[in-house]
């Protein structure tokens, strides 16, 4: 069973900026989507089994940053410029299906955060 747990999540002004944890239970390819009401779940980026691939969603490209920390086990999404249409929830989710390259597909993945709450106030 693999335990993913965010957090980070709160309530910032347009233009700040969050920085998203998802702390893992072992090593998989990662993504990160978000689902605002009344909306379908979208994806915003992905970070490959061995790290060195990303994939972003245009919306979020040169704002949104993945990372890994192996040491930690934990998946950052580092959210700059936030626009208040950022506003949703914001889940991590890992895909177990091995040494796999990027995942942009919600059915891709195998697990899924409990996800936290992203406000942005205009």
């Known amino acids: 069973q693999v335990q993913l747990v965010e957090s980070g999540g709160g309530l910032v002004q347009a233009g700040g900026s969050l920085r998203l944890s998802c702390a893992a239970s072992?090593?998989?390819?990662m993504g990160w989507f978000r689902q605002a009401p009344g909306k379908e779940r979208e994806f915003l980026a992905a970070?490959?089994?061995?790290?060195?691939?990303?994939y972003y969603a245009d919306s979020v490209k040169g704002r949104f940053t993945i990372s890994r920390d192996y040491a930690k086990n934990t998946v950052y999404l580092q959210m700059n410029s936030l626009k208040p249409e950022d506003t949703a929830v914001y889940y991590c989710?890992?895909?177990?299906?091995?040494?796999?390259?990027?995942?942009?597909?919600?059915?891709?993945?195998?697990?899924w955060g409990q996800g936290t709450q992203v406000t942005v106030s205009s």
């Open positions: 970070l490959s089994w061995s790290g060195g691939s990303t």
């Open positions: 072992g090593r998989y390819a």
């Open positions: 989710a890992a895909s177990t299906a091995g040494r796999v390259g990027v995942r942009n597909l919600p059915h891709e993945y195998d697990y």
